[in-house]
């Protein structure tokens, strides 16, 4: 499956944006999808991942609370909400894809593009 990543921007500290990850084929339901995010001279971090039926959500630590994964396999879409920003999020948002999902990037088949995200203090 083919994914694109879409909806990065420059927005100042405290505001919101929303990611998108839109799959090329409808297979895509059968997936569980987890974003990861790269800041610059750091490694890649879970941010967050659903299931494939969208009832399961986890959340890495740093983002709890603020950022809200969900999923609409009509559209073959897994959409990302982040609000309250700050500055450290600034970072590359990838969507990835698996059978199983989980926090382990090692656990994921298929890769997005990336789309850059940067927060203004």
């Known amino acids: 499956v083919q994914l694109q990543a879409s909806g990065g921007g420059v927005v100042q500290a405290g505001d919101s944006l929303r990611l998108s990850c839109t799959a090329s084929?409808?297979?895509?339901?059968?997936?569980?999808v987890a974003w990861f995010r790269q800041a610059p001279g750091k490694e890649r971090e879970f941010v967050a991942d659903v299931s494939d039926n969208g009832l399961r959500t986890y959340y890495g630590d740093s983002v709890k609370g603020r950022f809200a994964i969900s999923r609409d396999n009509v559209a073959n879409t897994v959409y990302l909400q982040m609000d309250s920003l700050k500055p450290e999020d600034t970072a590359v948002y990838y969507c990835?894809?698996?059978?199983?999902?989980?926090?382990?990037?090692?656990?994921?088949?298929?890769w997005g593009q990336g789309t850059l995200v940067t927060v203004s203090s």
């Open positions: 990835a894809a698996s059978l199983g999902g989980g926090s382990s990037l090692h656990g994921y088949n298929y």
């Open positions: 084929d409808r297979t895509f339901n059968i997936y569980a």
